[in-house]
């Protein structure tokens, strides 16, 4: 049997951008649709079958959301926080709910680190009488 698809290591090089990749898969799309009026019946539902995968495969990847790469986050508690962002226990206790890395596991109250991080970029500097209002 004639495969018509080529394999990655049959390729004589590799573009480097990926725009030259897209309009290599456009043109190996469009031997693929020559080849079709050719391939025998009995070979058409495999064809199909590997023509879904790909379809398949593309759709997966628009639907997924964006892999954010380099950053895990952790829970910390509240002794954590309290020395991350210089404000009292008693505080983040009692004003928990007014950040959005609160996280609730049981009675326990644990906050997202990555969501400190976030928080703590947006955050302006403060003038000493507006940080007396916060502690």
Do not use: W
Not at 22 to 41: C, F, I, S
Not at 75 to 104: C, I, M, Q
């Amino acid at each position: 049997m004639k495969r018509h698809f080529r394999h990655r290591s049959e390729q004589t090089r590799r573009p480097n951008c990926t725009r030259e990749l897209a309009e290599g898969m456009r043109a190996e799309l469009q031997n693929v649709l020559k080849a079709v009026t050719e391939l025998p019946p009995e070979e058409l539902p495999r064809l199909l079958g590997e023509l879904e995968e790909v379809r398949c495969t593309a759709m997966a990847r628009l639907t997924m959301p964006a892999p954010v790469q380099g950053q895990s986050d952790e829970l910390l508690d509240v002794a954590e926080v309290s020395r991350r962002l210089g404000l009292s226990r008693d505080y983040l206790y009692r004003h928990h709910s007014d950040f959005p890395f609160t996280r609730r596991v049981g009675r326990k109250l644990l906050f997202s680190a990555l969501g400190i991080e976030r928080y703590i970029k947006q955050q302006s500097p403060l003038d000493s009488k507006k940080a007396k209002t916060y502690l």
